[in-house]
């Protein structure tokens, strides 16, 4: 069984950054796909970024050359640097694991 359990989310100016923890509990991190999606107010759940089991790294274009996706495979711990914040990345943000397990979400406000 798979938990994922996010951290780091609080409120920082825009030109801030941020950085986002997942801790991975459960079988097979390493083996498999990770990615954060993000939610605003009154918004759909959209992908912000993945990270393959061989390390590939996608963004979406609204968050390139600003957002670091990466992981710790000894941490068990996916993780999201977020720099240059503007209000607009005002969302919660969850992670999600190659098997469609999903965390809690945590809370990042831009002002």
């Known amino acids: 069984h798979v938990q994922l359990v996010e951290s780091g989310g609080g409120s920082v100016q825009a030109g801030g950054s941020l950085k986002l923890s997942c801790a991975f509990s459960?079988?097979?991190?390493?083996?498999?796909?990770m990615g954060w999606y993000r939610q605003a107010p009154g918004k759909e759940r959209v992908l912000v970024s993945t990270?393959?089991?061989?390390?590939?790294?996608t963004y979406a274009d609204f968050v390139k050359g600003r957002f670091t996706i990466s992981q710790d495979n000894a941490k068990n711990t996916l993780y999201l640097q977020m720099n240059s914040l503007k209000p607009e990345d005002t969302a919660v943000y969850y992670c999600?694991?190659?098997?469609?397990?999903w965390g809690q979400g945590t809370q990042v406000t831009v002002s």
């Open positions: 990270i393959s089991s061989t390390g590939t790294r």
């Open positions: 999600v694991s190659g098997t469609n397990d």
């Open positions: 459960g079988y097979g991190f390493s083996s498999c796909g």
